[in-house]
């Protein structure tokens, strides 16, 4: 028999931005919310073998999502770590070490649209099977990466694969690629659209309006859709324009850009997450220095995400999770935060962003990411009230219950904790360059 629960008195925030909604019950069987009323209402429908929870004080909202996390990586410090020190097996491995960080954070789904040489789909399959716990999970295989390069520039090799990348160089590979990876099960293709060059500040475009097109066409003849890291303004206009479904940053969008955008019915995860990190955090872990340059990639950004938020954009969060800047369950719900200060959301708005908005990335729309009836059973019970401070939300300590699959997570389990790999982290021969001057103590 279906795990039954009846969660009793509690404040709804259901997700789909309305109001809070105080003295809520809320009825689970198995991986489904059966009813969801006013407290007494709904007795009719709870099982006699119902475990009763009682959420008095409380707030009842959905599990959170993460639309962007990439939860191979392992929280590596540089791009050398993460594209030549994670063999797939030990990336695997790893990578069920670490979801469980994620339930314990109250994150039930996660999107992660690039894996270490593409083991997404068996890590997907593995969790949905039971055999290792962690969140739902939507992913993709490797980025699709054009010789000139990613984010990480020269360390992409001018074909083949490494890391997170698939190196694609004509319209005939990039379809190819598409193809093989729809085939090893991808639900959602990825295009890195800008790269870094050495001659150039910053990101620009990479890929061609004709290039995204061909990919765009290719996977949604297979129904599956395609994401786009997109860093700069072109890219994000044409990424729209080539029918992206979900652009990742749009870093700088301008106003051509968020009119491809509403006029192609794209959504946007811009997460702000690993930049707020780096500008209000990196000096506390040698990562300073550029903070205000930080800044003002979001700040430059946001109004017109805040524009395409009322222009009815879907806006997702995600947190980037993956990096040591943001490592797995500590910074998953800070983008509800930078949407409250950066975008003028209220906290209910930014909630329903990462729950209801999210759903897309999990392409769950309709079943997921929203307390009601026939929903998904993935529901948080929260000692504090996110409609007044959704910061609430990246304390761990304010979680009274997460329910995953109409199952709960046992909280009292210690935080996964390991020692090093060996040869998982870059081994510098010193820390310092060993000059005459510094040898006979002149500096």
Known sequence: MANSLHIRNGTLIDGSGRAPEANTDVVIAGDTITAVGPTGTVDDYVPAEATVIDATGATIMPGLIDAHCHITFDDVQSNDELFFHRPPTTAAMVTLFNLPKLLLS???SIMDPDTIMGIGPEVREVVRSGAFPGPRIKTGVQALVASVGGAAGRLIPNEGAVGYAAIVNTIDEMVTETRRQIKNGADWIKVHATGSIPTHQGELQVWTLDEMKAVCDTAHAFGVPV?????????????????????????????????????????????????????DYGDRVGAGGMQNVFRGEIQATAAMIRNAYDAGVPILCGSESGFALTPYGHWHAREME????????????AISCATKQNAIAMRMEGELGVVASGYRADVLIVNADPSTDVTVLQDRANLAAVISRGECVDLSAPWPERRRIPGEKVGNLAAEVLTYERAHGLE
Do not use: Q, W, Y
């Open 106 to 108: 109250g994150v039930t």
């Open 227 to 279: 994401t786009a890291h997109c860093r700069n303004a072109s890219s994000t206009t044409e990424a729209a324009k080539a029918g992206v479904d979900l652009i990742l940053h749009a870093s700088f969008m301008d106003d051509e850009g968020l009119e491809a955008i509403v006029e192609h019915g794209a959504a946007v995860c811009p997460t702000f997450t690993f930049l707020a990190n780096l500008a």
């Open 338 to 349: 930078v949407f409250v200060n950066e975008l003028g959301l209220s906290p209910v708005e």
